[in-house]
């Protein structure tokens, strides 16, 4: 697929975009007074990225829906706009059907994003406002169907309506991305735990517990009383 080169090149957007605070002496911060003597001073948090990411989301967003592309958000903002945690730091997701990637590559390069593909094959990236943009066509291992963006839901992002992906659906592509080498269930315990009274449970045991990594998970959520256990299918018996 054909997409703008040179990844590293600022785009319109981002060089029109605000420039982050200073310090209020105008100096830059007092990791840059201290001398070459003096010790490590206290460590620093990371930036609040929300409002950044909230914004670029709802502008991609726009201009995906002015041009009729099918799509749903994913990934921390989808769970953010189903009243999951709300500390975003790292990107917006959407996702895409496979076939409409090249339009959507060429609706948001017209519209002055930078958008390029990444070593990973199931994915484009884009820069909106600084903030980095995931248009995801394949998800945990499954390309991303119509069925699957039909069923999402149209929420708010604050003051843009647009459509995001289902509760279950997003926890269930969640555990099936679970492998040997990638299995954090610390960064999804929390989520689990905030939106558990809107998931189909019984539908992703029946999507995600046949592996065993999304199964050990779910085995955890009973064990911390997140979920209830699933009741074992009760044998019939014929009578004599």
């Known amino acids: 697929m054909t997409v703008t080169e040179h990844p590293g090149e600022a785009t319109t957007v981002e060089r029109n975009a605000p420039a982050g605070p200073r310090p209020a002496d ?11 003597g003096e010790g490590p001073g206290p460590e620093e948090l990371p930036p609040n990225l929300t409002q950044a990411i909230l914004e670029a989301t709802k ?8 041009a009729g592309h099918p799509f749903a958000l994913a990934g921390s903002v989808a769970m953010y706009a189903h009243g999951g945690p709300g500390n975003l730091q790292h990107d917006a997701d959407f996702c895409i059907l496979p076939e409409d990637a090249d339009a959507v590559a060429a609706t948001l390069r017209d519209a002055g994003l930078e958008v390029y593909t990444p070593p990973e094959d ?33 929420l708010p992002v604050e003051s843009v309506r647009m459509p995001v992906l289902a509760v279950t659906d997003l926890i269930a592509s969640l555990l099936n991305a679970f492998t040997e080498h990638h299995c954090d269930f610390g960064a999804v315990l929390p989520i689990a735990r905030a939106l558990r009274e809107k998931v189909d449970w019984s539908r992703v045991r029946r999507e995600c517990g046949a592996a065993p990594m999304p199964d050990a998970f779910l085995y955890l959520l009973e064990r911390l009383q997140v979920i209830e256990p699933e009741e074992p299918e009760e044998e019939s018996h014929d009578r004599p």
């Open 26 to 36: 105008g100096s830059e911060g007092a990791r840059g007074r201290r001398g070459a």
């Open 122 to 154: 199931w994915l484009l990236k884009a820069r909106c406002l600084g903030q980095d943009i995931d248009l995801i066509f394949e998800l945990a291992r499954q390309p991303v169907s119509r069925e699957l963006l039909e069923r999402a839901e149209m």
């Open 59 to 66: 502008q991609v967003a726009s201009l995906l829906k002015a």
